[in-house]
């Protein structure tokens, strides 16, 4: 049965988002500015630049590592991935090892890969001996770290792995996973083309808790065609008996003039925005009255040690620079950010020709960082603290997003974030409608005629 959350379904502002939702198709916010932002004028030149002017901070780093490979596609995905027979060609990791030779000229030698992910698309089609070697690659190339501090995630498909690749990733030194698992139900599952019964899961759930695993994620997929409250409740049910370390909530976006596999879902089969934010709400609340806690964005961890370990690598990670490797990775840098070229065509042309794959980017400026903090505040803490704001950048923060904060107090953001002196407060409705309030923020995505 669907379950009810009082505190929130009868929220003022929440029986307005149900009458009028706003629109769920904007973009989110991992980062700022977003990749559509980045110029072409910022090529590898500029890119090699900002890595050797990071060594000033000497910070740590954290690596994304982008395997764009499946075996079919599912249509639901907003990733571009190559689908084929099933395997990682050798000639695409050939390319990743000249890309790490390439980006360690620009860093110095003593800056320790703390953070590795290795996603994109389904990195256990690698076969166990590639997983090894480009494990190798990496260490030849970085120093790893292998102390407290080493945050190394695989994402994980389960109809792709078993016991026995689990024990190869522990060995080979990750010790987190991501497994996606986005729906139970048969005919979502179909209609996504995305099979995978629980017991191809299950497995793999007590294998990692056996091997040590520091954590594991489940995700979960809202918004899909077919899903009603009474399936999510039976697929969210199911997971919390899986209890899994951390859960991720995520809602589906649907851009089929984006992402052409989405093309293959008739919108007939979706539910109404008012249905998915309600799906969304129940979800949230059965999570929470099963013992996990919300840390932010889409993200949920148990109670007590998952919870204080998940809050613990986010430390991590928010004081390390971020490097990205692979077709359409993304590099995040205190001063820049970068994006290797989205087609294999381009990404190989530019390490076959000894350069970086960089093909757009962006210098970030004083408004570019006060952004990036604000909207990082309002995701975290779900409050935009101009104080905090002020002391962190030592600027009058208020005078600067001033366009900004006239919007976010207007009537399109009404019942979704309230002022209480010099701290904005996002309301029940509004921590649903996070994606939409930060876009207001974003000088990149400005209303016509509006001012930032």
């Known amino acids: 049965m669907p379950f009810s959350a009082p ?27 977003r990749p559509e932002a980045f110029g072409d004028e910022f090529g590898a030149e500029a890119f090699g630049a900002a890595l050797a002017a990071s060594n000033t901070g000497g910070r740590p780093l954290s690596m994304d590592l982008a395997l764009p490979y499946c075996r079919q596609g599912c249509w639901h995905c907003e990733r571009r991935v190559i689908t084929g027979d099933g395997q990682v060609p050798d000639a695409y990791l050939a390319r990743l090892d000249r890309e790490m030779v390439l980006l360690r000229q620009w860093l110095d030698p003593g800056r320790r890969l703390q953070a590795l992910h290795w996603g994109g698309g389904t990195p256990t089609l690698l076969g166990l001996d590639q997983m090894g070697e480009l494990i190798d690659r990496l260490a030849a190339r970085f120093p790893l770290e292998t102390g407290r501090d080493r945050d190394f995630t695989i994402e994980i498909d389960a109809r792709e792995a078993d016991v026995f690749t689990l024990r190869h990733l522990e060995a080979l030194g990750f010790n987190r996973l991501t497994l996606p698992l986005i729906d139970l139900a048969p005919r979502v599952q179909a209609a996504i083309n995305r099979p995978q019964p629980r017991q191809l899961t299950e497995p793999l759930l007590d294998e990692a808790d056996r091997l040590g695993f520091r954590s594991l994620t489940l995700e979960l997929v809202i918004g899909l065609p077919y899903q009603t409250r009474t399936s999510i409740a039976e697929t969210v049910g199911q997971v919390i008996a899986l209890a899994p370390p951390r859960i991720r909530l995520v809602s589906y976006r649907h851009r089929p003039e984006r992402h052409p596999g989405q093309r293959h879902i008739p919108p007939a089969t979706l539910p109404l925005p008012a249905e998915t934010h309600q799906m969304l709400v129940e979800a949230d609340a059965r999570l929470v009255t099963a013992g996990y806690v919300h840390l932010g964005r889409e993200h949920y961890a148990r109670r007590g040690a998952a919870q204080d370990d998940a809050l613990r690598q986010a430390q991590r990670e928010a004081a390390r620079d971020r490097l990205g490797l692979g077709v359409g990775a993304v590099s995040r840098l205190p001063d820049a950010c970068a994006r290797n070229a989205t087609d294999l065509a381009g990404y190989a042309a530019a390490l076959d020709a000894g350069r970086l794959a960089t093909a757009s980017g962006r210098r970030l400026t004083e408004e570019d960082r006060l952004r990036r903090q604000a909207i990082a505040m309002l995701y975290g803490d779900r409050v935009l603290d101009l104080d905090a704001l002020d002391r962190a950048l030592g600027i009058d923060a208020e005078r600067r997003l001033a366009g900004a904060l006239s919007r976010l107090e207007g009537p399109a953001c009404a019942g979704l974030i309230e002022r209480r002196g010099r701290r904005l407060a996002v309301t029940p409705a509004g921590r649903w409608r996070l994606d939409e309030l930060a876009g207001v923020l974003d000088a990149y995505r400005l209303p016509p005629g509006g001012t930032s």
């Open 7 to 33: 505190a929130e379904r009868d929220h003022p502002a929440h029986q307005a988002m149900i009458r009028h939702p706003l629109p769920a198709a904007g973009p989110t916010y991992d980062d700022y500015p």
